[in-house]
T-cell receptor, first 109, second 115 residues
Framework: GQNIDQPTEMTATEGAIVQINCTYQTSGFNGLFWYQQHAGEAPTFLSYNVLDGLEEKGRFSSFLSRSKGYSYLLLKELQMKDSASYLCAVMDSNYQLIWGAGTKLIIKP | NAGVTQTPKFQVLKTGQSMTLQCAQDMNHEYMSWYRQDPGMGLRLIHYSVGAGITDQGEVPNGYNVSRSTTEDFPLRLLSAAPSQTSVYFC??????????????FGAGSRLTVL
């Protein structure tokens, strides 16, 4: 079966760095997405990786290793507004998205 | 542009009632989809459409119907509501579904409770 694993919850301190991991087993691979979802709101797009390596976008970076079925989202200089759930999703060989359950990130002052 | 508009935001139904969740987008997106989000689970695809007049089932289609008569609108119908359909529903769209680079734009969500 297809599976996306990510930690249920993480806690970090304002100003620090946090890495949220995502491992996947899917039938085929057409890219990996990270979305941010604040409580009670819709998911919003953060990043897309289809080739191995690191993609940097401001305070957020996303890394992909296709051979290991692994990705991480790196958040630097954490701010209170970064408290949210972070959703990892993989597009399979049929171009369907398989979603992880999300990682709830709690930022403490 | 309004993006993806979903209505209603909240709804309470009794078991056996029917209702329609509305979804409209003004971005000329060909691909539209409906997801449900339940605690501790990833988003699950209910139905999707790759263009007007074309719909297909996702992972959890039972108990739901859709239609796509126009590019803009993609309503989701609950035929006979059951408590297991209590969830948060998201409509999402993108330019074309058959590409890994196409990012989904989500509506604000509809929280449905079935008693």
């Amino acid at each position: 079966g297809q599976n996306i694993d990510q930690p249920t919850e993480m806690t970090a301190t304002e100003g620090a760095i946090v890495q949220i991991n995502c491992t996947y087993q899917t039938s085929g691979f057409n890219g990996l997405f990270w979305y941010q979802q604040h409580a009670g709101e819709a998911p919003t797009f953060l990043s897309y990786n289809v080739l191995d390596g690191l993609e940097e976008k401001g305070r957020f970076s996303s890394f992909l290793s296709r051979s290991k079925g692994y990705s991480y989202l790196l958040l630097k200089e954490l701010q209170m507004k970064d408290s949210a759930s972070y959703l990892c999703a993989v597009m399979d060989s049929n171009y369907q998205l398989i979603w992880g359950a999300g990682t709830k990130l709690i930022i403490k002052p | 542009n309004a993006g993806v508009t979903q209505t209603p935001k909240f709804q309470v139904l009794k078991t056996g009632q029917s209702m329609t969740l509305q979804c409209a987008q003004d971005m000329n997106h060909e691909y539209m989809s409906w997801y449900r989000q339940d605690p501790g689970m990833g988003l699950r695809l209910i139905h999707y459409s790759v263009g007007a007049g074309i719909t297909d089932q996702g992972e959890v289609p039972n108990g739901y119907n859709v239609s796509r008569s126009t590019t803009e609108d993609f309503p989701l119908r609950l035929l006979s509501a059951a408590p297991s359909q209590t969830s948060v529903y998201f409509c999402a769209s993108t330019l074309a579904g058959g590409s890994g680079a196409n990012v989904l734009t989500f509506g604000a969500g509809s929280r449905l409770t079935v008693l």
